[in-house]
């Protein structure tokens, strides 16, 4: 069965540090997402991309934040100076387009730790 | 109010038991309604989307209730395999953003 696949797991960087997670989305979706879960708290959505452009973000997404898909297969979240409320469990999800429930499947997720 | 509720729990229910959850929305723009599930530490993974009609999988039985703007998830025949959190998710039309509910955390207990 396809799934969504993410790296690295884990990742450890210093507070002011850039980070990149990457995902491979499942690979007929044609609409792809970010979401962050901080420890004990609920999922929360960050980006939405189709058609490589940005079709939605959240109060959470801001400069700081960016997207890419630089090539067919890969999804990437960019964190050009990470804070530590940055520290979360990063979730990427892709969905087919192909029906009007848009069923969203998630990634194993990359814990990120700033220190 | 806020834009989904769930009683985060726990509930701990034997092995066997018949266990329900709730879940109350508050945007009556919302189209699109699933049920997740997340082990500790893990992704959310898709459990069942919710048809205005209801739905059954298995042991699983999702309700939907428009008018009153709730969701329901029935677990007949529990099984410690069930011990999760289930999380309450809804989008409000397209392929825009799902937004979760806190979570029920269930129990089975042996």
């Known amino acids: 069965e396809p799934e969504v696949t993410q790296t690295p797991s884990h990742q450890v960087t210093q507070m002011g540090q850039e980070v990149i997670l990457r995902c491979v989305p499942i690979?007929?979706?044609?609409?792809f997402y970010w979401y962050r879960q901080i420890l004990g708290q609920k999922v929360e959505f960050l980006v939405s991309?189709?058609?490589?452009?940005?079709?939605?973000k959240s109060e959470i997404f801001d400069d700081q934040f960016s997207v890419e898909r630089p090539d067919g297969s890969n999804f990437t979240l960019k964190i050009r100076s990470t804070k530590l409320e940055d520290s979360a469990m990063y979730f990427c999800?892709?969905?087919?387009?192909?029906?009007?429930?848009?069923?969203?499947?998630f990634g194993p997720g990359t814990r990120l730790t700033v220190l | 109010r806020k834009e989904v509720e769930q009683d985060p729990g726990p509930f701990n229910v034997p092995e066997g038991a018949t266990v329900a959850f709730n879940c109350t929305y508050s945007?009556?723009?919302?189209?699109?309604f699933f049920w997740y599930r997340q082990d500790c530490r893990k992704e959310p993974k898709l459990l069942m989307s919710?048809?205005?009609s209801g739905n059954e999988d298995g042991r699983f039985t999702a309700q939907l209730n428009r008018a009153s703007q709730y969701i329901s998830l029935l677990i007949r025949d529990s099984k410690l395999s069930d011990s999760a959190t289930y999380l309450c998710?809804?989008?409000?039309?397209?392929?825009?953003?799902?937004?979760f509910g806190i979570g029920t955390k269930l129990q089975v207990i042996p």
């Open positions: 919710v048809y205005s």
């Open positions: 999800a892709s969905g087919a387009g192909t029906t009007s429930y848009n069923e969203q499947f």
């Open positions: 991309f189709y058609n490589n452009e940005i079709s939605e």
């Open positions: 945007n009556s723009a919302s189209q699109s």
């Open positions: 998710v809804f989008n409000s039309g397209g392929y825009q953003k799902v937004t």
């Open positions: 690979s007929n979706h044609l609409y």
